[in-house]
């Protein structure tokens, strides 16, 4: 079985840094890519930032020069490192990878979320 552990949410004040970590295992071959979205209550679901293998990464608008996506591949792992944050980012943070199995499936796979309150 495949699956995603996000963990590092919690409660920040404004201004504030946060750092998420999203592990990924099972029967993976490899990861083709790593993103991560949020969610708000009444808000769809958007992209945050996603990373390739090769390392390319891409930004949502709103978190462009404060958040920083990475990742180690060795370990299965990304990262989302979170600065200046502000109350528009209180969401809960999903991490989503797409993936080969070690069955050569080609996956979609989400993690379970964490949350982020930016609140003084």
């Known amino acids: 079985q495949v699956r995603l552990v996000e963990s590092g949410g919690g409660l920040v004040q404004p201004g504030g840094s946060l750092r998420l970590s999203c592990v990924a295992s099972g029967s993976i071959l490899s990861i083709y890519a790593m993103s991560w979205y949020r969610q708000a209550p009444g808000n769809q679901r958007e992209l945050v930032a996603t990373?390739?293998?090769?390392?390319?990464?891409n930004y949502g608008d709103s978190v462009k020069g404060r958040f920083t996506i990475s990742r180690d591949n060795a370990k299965n792992t990304e990262y989302l490192q979170m600065n200046s944050l502000k109350p528009e980012d209180t969401a809960v943070y999903y991490c989503?990878?797409?993936?080969?199995?070690?069955?050569?499936?080609?996956?979609?796979?989400w993690g379970q979320g964490t949350q982020v309150t930016v609140s003084s």
């Open positions: 990373i390739t293998s090769g390392g390319s990464t």
């Open positions: 989503n990878a797409e993936i080969l199995s070690y069955q050569y499936r080609q996956m979609n796979i």
